[in-house]
């Protein structure tokens, strides 16, 4: 079992890489994702309108025998992910159980509009009442 909280040092993750995939079959779910972790952790670390780097949350994971790592959520280029340094024993089983909470988490209410670079367009995606969307 255990603990997350969130952390604004972007610094703790600079080791960190692309360690799950966040299980999406929407975009709805993608929004999804955002909105979880505004749930559970408020405001990310970092957020941007550039739909190829959305956001990033820094979130430390303690067990019962206070052993930390620190993980990443975010939304990239290939989409949401959990990232951490897949050097540290015990790091992937810490990000399944975050994912297991995330699954478990309904969403809060958010908007946000992105820009995506490449092409120039514009879309707009949050979740109200449960409900999340994705739209040009």
Do not use: H
């Not at 958010?110 to 409900?131: A, P, R, S």
């Amino acid at each position: 079992m255990y603990q997350f909280r969130s952390l604004q040092d972007r610094e703790l993750a600079s080791w960190t890489t692309k360690l799950l995939d966040y299980p999406f079959a929407t975009r709805e779910d993608i929004a999804g994702f955002r909105g979880k972790l505004i749930r559970l952790f408020g405001k990310p670390a970092f957020q941007s309108v550039n739909l190829g780097a959305a956001f990033e949350y820094v979130i430390e994971a303690r067990d019962e025998e206070r052993n930390v790592w620190i993980l990443t959520a975010y939304e990239g280029p290939a989409g949401p992910a959990l990232g951490g340094n897949q050097s540290n024993e015990g790091i992937l089983a810490a990000a399944r159980q975050l994912n297991q909470v995330l699954a478990l988490t309904s969403p809060a209410d958010y908007e946000e509009t992105l820009w995506d670079e490449e092409t120039g367009n514009k879309f707009i995606y949050g979740c109200k009442q449960g409900i999340c969307y994705f739209r040009r």
